[in-house]
């Protein structure tokens, strides 16, 4: 029964959100919600963290946070598992600037389960994986653009 259930996982990924100063509002929380209800992922961990202008870090879990700064992530809440350690936390930790505010989320996509569960009931494994930036692909489309003018 465990081995269907973990059959079925899809691939997990985190990121960390900066928003320079304190305008870290949970205004972030409609799109979440609407992936969440689309089916599309489940949010599996959800860290804020704060850095003062001189980098000490504070790390806050929902709960430790006021209403007004989460707003629709408090819907999130009960559905969280603590997935990273206290070093992981420190480690994404290193990227927020002094004076910045984050959200450090954890999340399974669940879209990409079906096709997962697929390749592994084939045979296949998962050797390699890798992420493009919106950034640089951005500045590749532009780079083309600019060659074919």
């Known amino acids: 029964m465990m081995t ?7 691939p997990v990924d985190w990121i960390v959100v900066e928003f320079p100063g304190s305008s870290f509002n949970g205004s972030i929380a409609p799109e979440l919600t609407s992936l969440v209800d689309r089916g599309l992922i489940k949010i599996l961990d959800l860290l804020i ?3 003062d202008a001189a980098g ?3 790390i806050a879990e929902l709960s ?3 209403d007004g700064e989460l707003g629709e992530l408090r819907a999130f809440e009960t559905e969280l598992a603590t997935l990273l350690s206290e070093e992981d936390v420190i480690a994404a930790a290193q990227a927020v600037e002094p004076g910045s505010s984050a959200a450090l989320l954890v ?3 669940l879209w990409a389960a079906p096709f997962g569960a697929v390749v592994r009931k ?3 494994q998962l050797v390699a994986s890798g992420r493009i930036p919106v950034q640089a692909l951005a500045a590749a489309i532009e780079a083309d653009e600019t060659q074919e003018a």
Do not use: H, P
Request: proline share 0%; no cysteine.
């Open 107 to 109: 999340w399974e996509n």
């Open 56 to 58: 000490g870090l504070e």
């Open 49 to 51: 963290l704060k850095k």
């Open 122 to 124: 084939a045979g296949g």
């Open 4 to 10: 269907d259930t973990l059959d079925e996982l899809g």
């Open 64 to 66: 430790d946070v006021e």
